[in-house]
């Protein structure tokens, strides 16, 4: 059967394939068609967006409220130059940092959070609401979070722990030693017990026990975790333990630290185990908010403090928050080394399938298993810690801050090499935010200096197209900005690697009472209305802001994916490496 359709018949013995091609080039053509309508409509858009950016392209600043002391007519002022200029906004940053090096102290304005300071606040939010701009707010004064409030049971925690050694059988009522810290401040978990070896092998110490057991950070932007994952060559019959053999005397330990346990007959090693406050403190805070930090590990804690400090400020800001206060942000971890939370034995449980009681004489020093086993179990260790983080502090800081119409856009992924993982943290930010570095005598070099592609990375991972930083910072001589030879140079580097919104660091509100130049906070590379280039600053900004609008168009695609591993600190480094 053939078929007659116009001119053309079609069916069996008939060479169709120059009117399939005729058909194809026809459709083909519709597609160009439409594409080219569709690429000329984006044009038009992009060639517009280059034109005037969007409020979202636009330089933001860390909009520094120096030790507090700023006024609603500097406020005024400031918000009216960023608007004068094409800024998009500021996000405020209550803090000190004025007599670092030396330099002389400024006045103390109200407290962080007090109701005069929430006035000055929402004065920031109506004159940001007048002028079309956006606001963010760090969630304290300084940074780490926490403050005077925090009291040690909601503050970061350490393990600790103190040993007796025994000897059965007998009956047993003795007071254990408890473990070095603060008395005040000591909570019991597990009290553990194991039989000694009638004789034990010499054998070496696992190696960085404390590092790989969370006690301490690596250190300001070190990023190789090689050491964490080294350990000696093991030998026969090192091991002090079965995890099978340790008991757990919990429950024969009273509140006051008497053990009564009916001894088995040998030597046995009693291991009393709790936490205590690590003793971590706010930074570079303004006023009286110096204090603890919060316990980076317990949801309730974060949630704690959100109704104590920023729901009061939310009640303020009425209507505003959501419209004009767009985002929340902590600043990078400085807070050391955490590893343990009252609810951590069930987060272990939970997410790594296992009781970790009979693992925690490696914490200790001892080898359970084997040496291979006790460096895994601490790999989960500090695994579980970096899950925490992510999820039950920044998860829920996320959360709350979505009730009220706002994104976070914490430094949730170092540079310093913490117990985290930078990319899971990251991944719970509506903008994943970094920052990155003028050259300096506190950060010379470029692999001390740039930081962006993590949060790049994280950005295309979690289909995020903001990939903002903290730019521009330094800490030596004030008032010696080069422009050109230095700033823009860092910043090309950074958008290279992914970077498509500048938060400066730092604009400080100075009020005129302070003079010329006025005050400034000791870091950073000075930017509000009193630089000398004040009236030759929106070339600049119109240079970033065309440079971001083109930059947030992009889809990316890679040609290559790099896996860095799951081990616990992972912090990815630059983009050269």
Request: with cysteine; hydrophobic share 40%; aromatic share 12%.
């Amino acid at each position: 059967m053939k078929l007659k359709i116009g001119n053309s018949v079609w069916g069996p013995g008939v060479d169709h394939s120059r009117r399939v091609c005729a058909i194809y080039s026809f459709f083909a053509g519709v597609g160009v068609f439409l594409l080219l309508a569709a690429g000329a409509q984006a044009a038009g858009q992009l060639e517009e967006g280059w034109r005037n950016p969007p409020t979202q392209a636009r330089l933001r600043a860390y909009w520094w409220w120096l030790n507090g002391n700023v006024t609603r007519e500097a406020i005024t002022r400031d918000l009216e130059w960023m608007k004068q200029i094409g800024m998009g906004g500021g996000l405020v940053f209550d803090a000190g940092g004025a007599t670092q090096g030396g330099h002389a102290s400024v006045p103390a304005g109200p407290l962080f959070g007090s109701p005069a300071w929430r006035g000055l606040f929402v004065h920031a939010l109506r004159e940001a609401d007048r002028l079309g701009l956006e606001i963010g707010l760090n969630l304290q004064s300084g940074w780490n979070l926490g403050g005077p409030m925090v009291t040690p049971d909601k503050a970061t925690k350490h393990v600790t722990h103190a040993q007796l050694k025994v000897q059965g059988p007998t009956n047993l009522v003795v007071v254990l030693p408890r473990p070095a810290g603060n008395a005040k401040s000591y909570r019991d978990t597990f009290t553990l017990a194991y039989r000694q070896k009638a004789v034990s092998p010499p054998r070496k110490p696992i190696r960085n026990l404390i590092e790989k057991s969370a006690f301490h950070e690596l250190g300001g932007s070190a990023a190789d975790c090689t050491p964490l994952l080294q350990d000696e060559p093991p030998t026969p019959g090192e091991e002090d333990v079965l995890a099978g053999d340790v008991l757990d005397l919990t429950d024969k330990l009273d509140k006051d630290g008497t053990l009564r346990w009916s001894v088995p007959e040998g030597v046995w090693m009693v291991l009393r185990f709790g936490y205590n406050c690590s003793g971590a403190h706010v930074s570079t805070s303004s006023g009286g908010w110096n204090g603890l930090v919060v316990d980076y590990l317990d949801a309730d804690v974060m949630r704690w403090y959100w109704g104590q400090v920023i729901d009061p400020i939310i009640a303020d800001a009425g209507p505003l928050c959501g419209k004009v206060w767009k985002l929340v942000q902590t600043d990078s971890w400085e807070l050391g080394g955490v590893n343990w939370t009252p609810k951590f034995p069930e987060e272990f449980r939970k997410r790594r399938g296992y009781d970790i009681r009979p693992w925690l004489p490696v914490i200790a020093g001892r080898i359970v298993e084997s040496r291979d086993a006790s460096n895994r179990f601490l790999a989960d260790f500090r695994r579980t810690i970096a899950d925490c983080v992510a999820d039950n502090h920044y998860g829920t800081m996320a959360a709350l801050a979505r009730e009220h119409g706002m994104g976070i856009q914490p430094e949730s992924a170092g540079p310093h090499t913490a117990p985290l993982d930078g990319l899971q943290c990251y991944g719970r930010s509506e903008w994943p935010m970094s920052e990155f570095w003028v050259p300096s005598p506190h950060r010379p070099t470029d692999d001390r200096r740039f930081f962006v592609k993590q949060a790049a990375s994280a950005a295309h991972i979690y289909g995020k197209s903001v990939v903002c930083a903290e730019g521009f910072t330094s800490i030596g001589p004030h008032w010696n900005d080069v422009l050109w030879s230095s700033q823009k140079p860092s910043f090309d580097h950074e958008a290279c690697a992914g970077l498509n919104l500048v938060f400066w660091h730092a604009f400080t509100c100075s009020p005129k009472e302070m003079g010329l130049p006025g005050q400034e906070y000791f870091a950073g590379t000075h930017f509000n209305p009193q630089i000398t280039w004040a009236n030759q600053a929106h070339a600049f900004v119109g240079y970033l802001n065309r440079c971001q609008f083109m930059l947030q168009q992009g889809k990316f695609v890679a040609d290559v994916l790099y896996y860095y591993g799951n081990h616990v600190p992972n912090i990815a480094r630059r983009k050269e490496d």
